[in-house]
């Protein structure tokens, strides 16, 4: 398909595009046309990721960063962005996604345990607008967290 993209007042600058065209600077951007956000992407299998776990609502994969020799987030389906946006509707998703935490620390044999943490906005240190729960181990944990 292509689209016409006129500059307001100067119409002898419209450019013809095509929506490939496009969607390849998005991209390039970091951004993409489509409403979804980067783990509704992963969860839909529209970008890879390691999936260790998924089920209706939820799907854990492995961080592309890891902080920790596991790290795993846990991430609802349903892109809600952070904690701050949870209601009591939301009590029994919550805890699913601790009982997807405990299961998959099992499964990776962190049998000397773990840690789960929830980042909550800018100074919470929350980079993707998803609720997503880490889980972390496989080395001593600190505290306090930076
Ligand atoms: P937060 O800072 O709590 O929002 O955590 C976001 C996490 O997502 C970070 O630990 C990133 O390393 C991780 N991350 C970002 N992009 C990807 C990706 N494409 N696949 C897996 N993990 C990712």
Known sequence: MIVLIPFPGLWFTS???????IQSWCYQQGTFMSEKTLFQRIADRDIPAD???????CVAFRDIAPKA?????IVPRDPIPSLDHLTEAHEPLVGHLFTVARQ??????????????????????QEVPHL???????????????
């Open 15 to 21: 450019v013809v595009y095509s929506v490939e065209t």
């Open 69 to 73: 020799p596991v790290h795993v987030l």
């Open 104 to 125: 998959v620390a099992a499964s990776e044999g962190l049998i000397r345990g773990y840690r789960t943490v929830f980042n909550c906005g800018e100074e919470g240190g």
């Open 51 to 57: 999936i260790l776990y998924e089920d209706d609502t």
């Open 132 to 146: 997503h729960l880490h889980l972390l181990g496989g080395r001593q944990m600190s505290w306090p967290p930076g």
